[in-house]
Structure formats: C-alpha cells, structure tokens
C-alpha cells in the first residue's frame, strides 16, 4: 500500500482543515487507517483511527470532539476533518495503514505503511 497526504496549510486558530490521504491498490477496504502527528524533538503521537468500514473510530483525547476520521474505500482515501484547530494542533500530519486482522491500534509500530506527511500550522 502506497499512502500520499494532502491538505496541510496555515490556518488561524479555531478555523478548520480537511486532510485527505489517498491509497494505492485493491486492498484498501481491509486496512485500518490512521493519522499520526508530530512535532521537532517530540514522538509521532496517534490522533485518530477508522476501522476497515468506517464502523469504529477512536481518537485520542487531546482532539475528540473537534477532528472527524472517515474513510471513501471506492475513493480509496481517508480524511481527516479537523474543526476548531488551537495553535497545539501545529504537527506534520501523517496517514498510516495495518492490516485489520488484528483490529485497530493506538501504537505507531502496529503500522506497516506511511505517508510523507502534510504540515498543519495554526498560528494564534
């Protein structure tokens, strides 16, 4: 599976972008995808996950209620719609897949394939 992001920019706080990460091959719809982020000198952190068919997602606390994770699998690509976005959410975003064999994971090495990353600032 080939990932490429999308979408990043500069955007004032409490505003709103979308980041897409479109999927190379057929097997798409059995991956889960996810979205990572991170900042200089700081880990990769997880940010949210969809389920092969879009049923369960989770996110982590720092941005439930404000970024939606959905997924288009005859589009082949996941989205991530980030609402409300505070100077913190400042990352490179990156989209990840696994196999949904084992479900859904919160861990950055339960993922087998990247994206390049997109870079999200929010300036204050």
């Known amino acids: 599976v080939q990932l490429q992001a999308s979408g990043g920019g500069l955007v004032q706080a409490g505003g709103s972008l979308r980041l897409s990460c479109a999927a190379s091959?057929?097997?798409?719809?059995?991956?889960?995808m996810a979205w990572f982020r991170q900042t200089p000198g700081k880990e990769r952190e997880f940010v949210a996950a969809?389920?092969?068919?879009?049923?369960?997602?989770s996110y982590a606390d720092s941005v439930k209620g404000r970024f939606t994770i959905s997924r288009d699998n005859a589009k082949t690509t996941v989205y991530l719609q980030m609402n409300s976005l505070k100077p913190e959410d400042t990352a490179v975003y990156y989209c990840?897949?696994?196999?949904?064999?084992?479900?859904?994971?919160?861990?950055?090495?339960?993922?087998?394939?990247w994206g390049q990353g997109t870079l999200v600032t929010v300036s204050s």
């Open positions: 969809i389920s092969w068919g879009g049923a369960s997602t």
């Open positions: 990840a897949a696994k196999p949904q064999t084992y479900g859904s994971s919160r861990y950055r090495s339960d993922y087998n394939y």
């Open positions: 091959g057929r097997t798409f719809s059995m991956y889960v």
